[in-house]
């Protein structure tokens, strides 16, 4: 079978971010099927040439490259909105394009997001008149519209017509939570048509016997509880919250507990002024380092790992990487949404919940972990097996290739 895999955010191990396309494509190819992967220019890779399209093969997937838009989600959370709309439509026309230089493939599998990366998936139905699956990573338009960053009425409807014509014409749709596939359903998609296959926990990279010592020398973390976020740090993940939380623990004079950030994004140099505001010791910011095995270890240095995202209803349905690698670390985790990962939290015993926007809360909760270590060390084993059961890049890219399989085999009989 020959899979067309569109994903603006294609990363591999090499590089910093999600893998999940990348170890789901791996997969594929393993089990003796055809990818190619259409994606944005990797800019740490340098473009020669006046051709906009690249081809390189990475762990046998055809990579095709734009020279447009951008790979890395993180430069996205340094942008203005309308300059990420704009990378976003530039991606989607100049990789429509590209269609005419790829072979006809089986089925065709989009995943946002940016929701652009269903135009070329709807022009290549459209070309070869294959089936797609689009799967479904964050609920657009509705995550920027209660974010607050798409407000105007008209870029809202055409936003919305958008979302609904590319579920219309997709034969299949995944979402990544169970939240997002009711959000699905709530566009006008039967509830036959959507699956839901999660993010996955890495087993192997993350694990229980990792050893964490050096992280806690790097950042002077000995003989203290660590409770450690590790992502974006954009709107969507208001660690204010967190900072609030450390103040109070300062006040009181509580110093064992320190809270470690680890990551980038636009609103990082904010948190930073407002620790050197209130002269808060008991926060650090970790600095990206080259090892890719760094998180890894920054995790098993840790006693638990938080998964924060700012009180939005829309953000209740997020399956978010750092939750799932966190598990397969075997640390409790710490979460601050209602709905599936509170669910998850409290039907496996693996962490606890703490309410949004209430620091008090988030004080109450890590301060009882830190004198129950039995309770963490439950939490800990209860968090790996839940990985290893559930959520094993395995059997979830297992799960998908099913369906694509399915789609497949159905198209050919319809013909």
């Not at 940016?114 to 290549?124: D, M, N, S, V, Y």
């Not at 958008?162 to 596939?181: C, K, N, Q």
């Not at 399956?319 to 979460?335: Q, T």
């Not at 669910?343 to 009882?368: D, H, I, K, M, R």
């Amino acid at each position: 079978m020959h899979i067309l895999y569109l994903h603006q955010y294609f990363i591999t191990p090499q590089q910093v971010g999600g893998t999940r396309s990348y170890e789901f494509a791996r997969r594929f190819v393993n089990a003796g099927h055809q990818v190619t992967m259409l994606t944005a220019q990797d800019r740490s890779f340098p473009w020669t040439g006046k051709n906009p399209f690249r081809k390189r093969e990475i762990m046998g997937i055809q990579v095709i490259e734009i020279k447009a838009g951008y790979a890395d989600s993180r430069y996205g959370t340094t942008l203005s909105y309308w300059k990420r709309m704009f990378n976003f439509l530039h991606f989607a026309l100049i990789s429509s394009c590209a269609l005419f230089s790829l072979s006809m493939p089986d089925v065709i599998f989009a995943t946002s997001t940016p929701l652009t990366i269903g135009i070329p998936a709807l022009f290549a139905r459209k070309r070869w008149r294959v089936p797609f699956v689009f799967e479904v990573r964050d609920l657009w338009p509705e995550a920027p519209i209660q974010m607050a960053a798409l407000k105007n009425p008209v870029n809202i409807a055409l936003a919305r017509w958008l979302e609904r014509t590319i579920y219309r014409h997709a034969e299949h749709i995944v979402a990544l939570s169970p939240g997002m596939a009711e959000g699905v359903q709530q566009a006008g998609v039967a509830a036959q048509k959507v699956s839901v296959i999660p993010n996955a926990s890495d087993i192997e990279l993350f694990h229980p016997d990792v050893d964490g010592a050096a992280v806690r020398d790097r950042l002077r973390l000995h003989g203290r509880f660590v409770c450690t976020y590790f992502g974006a740090m954009g709107e969507a993940n208001d660690l204010t919250y967190v900072l609030q939380a450390a103040r109070i623990l300062q006040t009181k004079q509580e110093q064992q507990i320190v809270f470690v950030l680890h990551g980038h994004g636009k609103r990082r140099a904010e948190l930073q002024a407002f620790c050197q505001q209130h002269h808060l010791m008991n926060v650090v910011f970790s600095d990206s380092v080259p090892e890719k095995d760094y998180i890894a270890q920054l995790a098993a240095a840790s006693d638990v790992c938080m998964t924060i995202y700012k009180n939005v209803p829309v953000l209740y349905t997020c399956s978010p990487n750092k939750f799932f690698d966190a598990l397969a670390a075997g640390r409790p985790v710490l979460v601050n949404t209602p709905g599936w990962l509170q669910e998850l939290v409290n039907t496996y015993e693996v962490g606890v919940f703490v309410q949004p926007e209430n620091a008090e809360s988030l004080v109450e909760q890590v301060t009882y972990l830190r004198d129950h270590p039995e309770l963490c060390a439950r939490y800990g084993k209860n968090a790996r097996r839940l990985a290893e059961t559930q959520f094993s890049r395995d059997q979830l890219a297992a799960q998908l290739l099913e369906i694509l399989h399915h789609i497949a085999i159905k198209q050919e009989r319809q013909a």
